[in-house]
């Protein structure tokens, strides 16, 4: 029976080193910046899961992972550190996370996954299980698919995926998340903006959309949404903005669309909206048009940041700044830099000039 007992002891005990083995695989001395709870930082170089027993006493409160060899976060590659609030992982060559690569954090309020160029994928049952997250950062890496719901039911409040390589935004994984204020896609590959895009997030304050490829905004895809600090939508392929974008009355403080292939924009667009401030350069604004809206930004105290071009017959024609639009005098440098630049833009137009010749401002 003595015999049985110590060979059953053994079997638990090789299959729990296997466990550890295949959980923590490829933690072997990593160092780990810590940040204990008395506010004393210290480095420590470990060669098993993160957890307390590994931390030489330490009661840790953040914990910096940077520019180590970490292909893959297992399950339970983090775990039981419950004064935890902030961890991250920076340049660490992340291939995959498993789902249950954290666990028992009940504190955790900031997590940073970032510059790990072969992260390709965020699946379910990774940052969901917990309650208490509040930013979450995952930009800087390659991830083009999360699964669906992988965010939803979170308390979320900050949101980076900036510097990926998406193709497309899926408001079902943020569903039942409501908290997101601060909302970054900055720097992706997206080119559409879906109509339920951000009916989950009634709290959203910031919106960064900015060097996309977004070509089509869906109807109502800000319903619901009251109040704006910045909305930026710059350096995509918006050629217009329909008025139903914005079903009802959306303060806005800072609008940013420059950087667009815009020709207008409507009356009936800017009345839904409340704009503290705008900025529309480097667009293809016709000149025909350009009065129109900047009467409009004007008799509503709304500011116009930087220069902007108007253009008549697809080449430009006149230099605007502040709320005048008037063309240059022959013969100056202005005028020699617009015929420059002419030559130039005919080429890029010519395609522009087919599919628009029957546009008319409204």
Same mark, same amino acid.
């Given at each position: 029976?003595?015999?049985?007992?110590?060979?059953?002891?053994?079997? /638990?005990?090789?299959?729990?080193?296997?466990?550890?083995?295949?959980?923590?695989?490829?933690?072997?001395?990593?160092?780990?910046?810590? *940040?204990?709870?008395?506010?004393?930082?210290?480095? /420590?170089?470990?060669?098993?899961?993160?957890?307390?027993?590994?931390?030489?006493?330490?009661?840790?409160?953040?914990?910096?992972?940077?520019?180590?060899?970490?292909?893959?976060?297992?399950?339970?590659?983090?775990?039981?550190?419950?004064?935890?609030?902030?961890?991250?992982?920076?340049?660490?060559?992340?291939?995959?996370? /498993?789902?249950?690569?954290?666990?028992?954090?009940?504190?955790?309020?900031?997590?940073?996954?970032?510059? %790990?160029?072969?992260?390709?994928?965020?699946?379910?049952?990774?940052?969901?299980?917990?309650?208490?997250?509040?930013?979450?950062?995952?930009?800087?890496?390659?991830?083009?698919?999360?699964?669906?719901?992988?965010?939803? %039911?979170?308390?979320?409040?900050?949101?980076?995926?900036?510097?990926?390589?998406?193709?497309?935004?899926?408001?079902?994984?943020?569903?039942?998340?409501?908290?997101?204020?601060?909302? =970054?896609?900055?720097?992706?590959?997206?080119?559409?903006?879906?109509?339920?895009?951000?009916?989950?997030?009634?709290?959203?304050?910031?919106?960064?959309?900015?060097?996309?490829?977004?070509?089509?905004?869906?109807?109502?895809?800000?319903?619901?949404?009251?109040?704006?600090?910045?909305?930026?939508?710059?350096? =995509?392929?918006?050629?217009?903005?329909?008025?139903?974008?914005?079903?009802?009355?959306?303060?806005?403080?800072?609008?940013?669309?420059?950087? =667009?292939?815009?020709? @207008?924009?409507?009356?009936?667009?800017?009345?839904?909206?409340?704009?503290?401030?705008?900025?529309?350069?480097? =667009?293809?604004? $016709?000149?025909? !048009?350009?009065?129109? $809206?900047?009467?409009?930004?004007?008799?509503?105290?709304?500011?116009?940041?930087?220069?902007? %071009? !108007?253009?008549?017959?697809?080449?430009?024609? !006149?230099?605007?700044?502040?709320?005048?639009?008037?063309?240059?005098?022959?013969?100056?440098?202005?005028?020699? *830099?617009?015929?420059?630049?002419?030559?130039?833009?005919?080429?890029?137009?010519?395609?522009?000039? @087919?599919?628009?010749?029957?546009?008319?401002?409204?």
């Amino acid at each position: 029976m003595g015999f049985k007992c110590k060979l059953l002891f053994l079997i /638990l005990v090789i299959s729990y080193s296997v466990i550890l083995t295949e959980c923590c695989r490829g933690l072997e001395d990593v160092t780990l910046t810590i *940040k204990d709870k008395t506010g004393i930082w210290s480095n /420590l170089t470990v060669s098993a899961c993160i957890e307390r027993k590994i931390l030489n006493g330490l009661t840790a409160t953040e914990i910096y992972v940077k520019n180590q060899y970490l292909p893959t976060l297992g399950k339970d590659f983090v775990r039981h550190l419950v004064k935890l609030h902030t961890l991250k992982f920076q340049n660490c060559s992340i291939k995959s996370i /498993l789902p249950g690569a954290f666990r028992n954090l009940p504190s955790i309020w900031l997590v940073e996954i970032s510059h %790990n160029p072969k992260l390709t994928l965020i699946q379910g049952g990774i940052f969901d299980i917990f309650d208490t997250i509040h930013i979450l950062r995952l930009n800087n890496n390659n991830i083009n698919t999360i699964t669906d719901e992988a965010l939803s %039911n979170m308390t979320l409040t900050e949101v980076d995926f900036s510097y990926n390589n998406f193709s497309e935004f899926n408001p079902v994984w943020f569903a039942y998340s409501p908290r997101i204020r601060q909302l =970054n896609f900055r720097n992706n590959r997206i080119t559409k903006i879906p109509k339920t895009a951000f009916e989950d997030m009634m709290e959203l304050e910031t919106i960064e959309f900015q060097n996309n490829k977004i070509y089509y905004i869906g109807s109502g895809a800000f319903r619901r949404l009251k109040s704006l600090k910045l909305l930026n939508l710059s350096n =995509n392929r918006l050629k217009s903005i329909g008025e139903n974008v914005f079903p009802g009355k959306l303060t806005v403080e800072t609008l940013n669309i420059a950087g =667009n292939y815009l020709h @207008d924009i409507p009356t009936e667009l800017l009345e839904k909206l409340i704009i503290s401030e705008i900025y529309l350069d480097y =667009n293809y604004f $016709f000149c025909s !048009c350009y009065n129109t $809206f900047m009467r409009y930004f004007a008799e509503n105290d709304i500011k116009v940041r930087k220069e902007a %071009n !108007c253009y008549s017959n697809y080449l430009p024609v !006149c230099l605007v700044s502040g709320t005048a639009c008037q063309e240059p005098p022959p013969n100056t440098p202005e005028s020699r *830099k617009i015929e420059e630049l002419s030559e130039k833009l005919k080429t890029a137009y010519r395609l522009s000039r @087919d599919n628009d010749k029957d546009f008319k401002c409204t």
